[in-house]
């Protein structure tokens, strides 16, 4: 059910962004960019985010797993949802379109964005508080152009500008399937190609997304031997499962790290918290999404 804290949460959440906009929910001064300029921390969160639609409680006995939920009020929701935890990135999966999530970013106080097109019809995006330099979509080694069997949903490149140089960051949400490999394996192999330069010169990056295997597939190995650390089995608190979010029960949502970055890790964990889970005991509750996002916060 909801509690009063609930309420509470939601509508100073709402009186801030509508009197004094995001960037009050962040701070001026936010816990990463404190007044003598120098950053502290730095916050990263992956979401795959079912085209901002929302997700039902499945004990709902209505038909639809989606509710009918204006869009304008959908994209204030996960603005103010994500803007609680004063994320420096955030990327999507299954995202909405690029308006869409240009509207996301300005409410959240991310004032720079990129997006990448789908194979088919599930997007990707990167927010950033920080600039973004340069961004491919679907950069390949081993074609010319994106075949037809291979990056489906989407996988993409970012280069931003922080306060300690530059870091990349590889979004990806990989083919579906459960236990079988078939289709990502190939997804893997050209993403490292592409990544082994980065990997190779010891820069930093980021790989995040839905990569939609399990800690004990064979994909998750080949990441550990390529010499990317997962930031939840290095610092994870909490239980570690992504999906569904009214009852989670699987592991295939990842924020990967490595060069400079990765020895300057904190923390990593997901947020089956907020709005971002269905209540339990509410068979007519929602989740902003079927997925729950994952966040892992560096140190500067």
């Given at each position: ?14 009186a ?14 936010s816990?990463s ?11 990263t969160i ?31 929701r ?12 955030v ?22 964005h ?10 990707g995006a ?7 330099v340069?961004?491919?979509?679907c ?6 152009e ?40 190939p ?6 190609k592409?990544m082994?330069s980065?990997?190779e ?24 031997e390529?010499?990317?650390?997962d ?9 570690p499962h ?17 060069g ?13 918290e907020g709005?971002?889970?269905t209540n339990?005991?509410d ?7 079927d ?10």
């Amino acid at each position: 059910m909801t509690t009063r804290r609930d309420v509470l949460k939601a509508g100073s959440a709402l009186a801030l962004a509508g009197t004094l906009g995001a960037e009050a929910i962040l701070g001026a001064q936010s816990e990463s960019t404190p007044s003598n300029g120098q950053s502290r921390r730095f916050r990263t969160i992956t979401y795959n985010v079912l085209a901002c639609m929302g997700y039902r409680n499945k004990k709902d006995d209505r038909r639809s797993y989606r509710p009918a939920i204006p869009r304008e009020q959908m994209t204030t929701r996960f603005a103010l949802e994500l803007a609680l935890y004063q994320p420096d990135i955030v990327s999507f999966q299954e995202s909405p379109g690029e308006r869409v999530v240009a509207e996301i970013a300005e409410k959240a106080g991310l004032r720079h964005h990129c997006f990448f097109p789908s194979g088919q019809a599930w997007p990707g995006a990167v927010m950033s508080r920080y600039r973004i330099v340069e961004f491919t979509n679907c950069p390949l080694k081993s074609f010319k152009e994106r075949p037809a069997e291979l990056f489906t949903r989407h996988w993409g490149r970012a280069v931003l500008e922080t306060p300690t140089g530059e870091l990349t960051v590889y979004s990806a949400h990989l083919f579906p399937g459960g236990s079988n490999p078939g289709r990502r394996e190939p997804e893997v192999s050209e993403m490292l190609k592409v990544m082994a330069s980065d990997i190779e010169a010891n820069r930093s990056i980021l790989l995040q997304g839905d990569l939609n295997h399990r800690p004990d597939g064979p994909e998750y190995k080949r990441w550990v031997e390529a010499g990317l650390v997962d930031t939840f089995a290095a610092k994870g608190v909490g239980q570690p499962h992504t999906i569904p979010s009214d009852n989670v029960q699987a592991r295939i949502d990842y924020i990967w790290a490595h060069g400079p970055i990765a020895g300057r890790l904190r923390e990593c964990r997901v947020l089956y918290e907020g709005a971002f889970r269905t209540n339990p005991d509410d068979p007519g509750s929602i989740a902003l999404s079927d997925h729950v996002p994952v966040m892992t916060t560096f140190e500067w």
